[in-house]
């Protein structure tokens, strides 16, 4: 960022893909995902001071678990998690 030489930022993307061995009776039988999980995390780190930042940070997970047991015993869809985070660290 122009006029901010100690600010940093990343994004990075995950896949992890499930091995067809793990729990093949449930994939099937109650079709509730376990085939791949998508993750992205972008984040900013602002340099108040020299040893002072604050950083922002977002992630968003599409989980491998699609379906879940709710309380009543149904079954109800997972929704992609979406959370956003505001982190203030010190270097000593």
């Known amino acids: 960022m122009p006029g901010r030489p100690n600010d940093t ?5 995950s896949l992890t893909k499930l091995s067809d061995d793990l729990v093949p009776v449930l994939r099937r039988r109650l079709d509730i995902g376990l085939d ?3 993750a992205i995390e ?3 780190n602002f340099a108040v001071a020299k040893s ?10 599409n989980p491998a678990l699609t379906k ?5 015993s149904g079954i109800k869809d997972v929704d992609t998690a979406v959370v ?3 982190r203030a660290f ?3």
Not at 52 to 61: A, H, P
Not at 68 to 72: A, E, F, N, Q
């Open 9 to 13: 930022f990343g994004i990075g993307w």
């Open 36 to 38: 791949h999980e998508n």
């Open 42 to 44: 972008m984040y900013y």
């Open 52 to 61: 002072i930042g604050v950083s922002l940070d977002l992630q968003v997970v």
């Open 68 to 72: 879940r047991v709710t309380s009543s």
């Open 84 to 86: 956003g985070g505001l």
């Open 90 to 92: 010190v270097r000593f």
